[in-house]
């Protein structure tokens, strides 16, 4: 499974990336805006510390200016990818896109039949939003596993990208279900690692072997 980090926060994204676990980065505009840095140096920033796929999105819900958009993002970086919504603009933009060599990330999807279109249209990744429907009472793991079954079904290239993910259990079965990759905030990131056992059992060496001295 890569993880990518969804931040735009260039020292957090500088700190894990040392680490050499982190694949890429997602980012959208409330994300940015958040940050009040500019968003075409923000993106290069990224993109240089980053080398795996860095999603940038468009701002419009038109084909003509998701295109136009889509050409002034990926000149910023070669790993930019192109976030589009899933909409059928945004589908019409993603096989155009995909057709011309151009990464894309299909964002906020909903339902594995969005999926499926996503996947027609050649999306690098399509990004489920399973926290999100954890908010409305369903199962948002359910919606992971439903695209997984499609895609294995007919061989589509397109990775999910398991987004909107909240928490370490996310992570997990994300993983037993066979998401391609997991985007998630740099505090998340570092609490997989976290167990009480580690840090006990740590202790104990440690005391251990201050006897010994």
């Not at 505009?29 to 999105?57: M, N, R």
């Amino acid at each position: 499974m890569l993880f990518f980090l969804d931040t735009a926060d260039i020292k957090e994204i500088e700190r894990l990336n040392s680490f050499g676990i982190i694949d890429g980065v997602t980012t959208n505009p409330s994300i940015i805006a958040k940050s009040g840095l500019d968003f075409k140096d923000t993106i290069a920033h990224i993109c240089s510390v980053v080398k795996g796929p860095v999603s940038a999105e468009v701002i419009s819900d038109e084909y003509d200016e998701m295109i136009k958009e889509a050409k002034e993002l990926c000149s910023i970086a070669k790993n930019v990818c192109v976030k589009l919504p899933t909409t059928m603009d945004g589908i019409k933009a993603c096989k155009y896109l995909s057709d011309n060599g151009v990464m894309t990330n299909l964002t906020l999807c909903f339902s594995a039949n969005q999926a499926l279109l996503v996947a027609k249209a050649g999306a690098t990744f399509v990004s489920p939003f399973i926290g999100r429907w954890d908010d409305i009472s369903f199962n948002g793991l359910e919606l992971i596993a439903a695209i997984k079954e499609i895609y294995l079904n007919y061989g589509f290239t397109t990775k999910i990208l398991a987004a909107s993910v909240r928490h370490a259990v996310h992570v997990l079965e994300c993983a037993r279900i066979g998401a391609d990759v997991a985007t998630m905030p740099p505090a998340l990131i570092e609490k997989l690692i976290q167990h009480p056992l580690t840090d006990k059992g740590l202790e104990i060496f440690k005391n251990d072997w201050k006897g010994q001295k």
